[in-house]
């Protein structure tokens, strides 16, 4: 429950937007795509920001303190990696705080076993770390599809918009690929 001031009744909701992402690994994006998506995010996060900004300026009567806007992934390798970068570039975007919330089919440990250089397994521990928060689904490596769907459901159930990086193709299954 949120805390009220003296004499404030209801309580007011901060203002708060989440921003998930969904889309395809780096097998699929192609060669020089990680530049252009990233700079695409960027954009796409800036104007969100901005018009939080502008939302607060005209609107600030009807919201409680602070303004946030979260990233959701599950920061696989690829499209969840690159806007999460964007997303950390920003921190602090004007008066919007720019957070990480993550959502693993498994635990931390059983999925960072799907990256296969250490360098990855590194900055997955790196972003999970400095993330707001972390939802670990029961998922297990048995049912890995159902895991990896549940976890993409999850994203998008906790998101407000959702940035969805496709090259256009049919689907790799369930995982992204």
Known sequence: MANLRDGEHPPKPPLALAVGVIGHRPNRLGEGAATRIAADVDVALAGMADAMAAARTRHGAVFGEGTVLSLVTS??????????RAMA?????????????VVLPFTAEIFAADFTEESSREEFKGMLAGARAVLELPGERAAEASAYEA???TVLEQSDIVLAVWDGGPSGGRRGA
Do not use: F, H, N, P
């Not at 920061?75 to 806007?83: M, N, Q």
């Open 151 to 153: 976890a993409a459901y």
């Open 89 to 101: 570039a920003r921190q602090k975007s004007g008066d919007v705080t720019c957070v990480l919330d």
């Open 75 to 84: 920061l696989a390798e690829g499209a969840d990696r690159i806007a999460a």
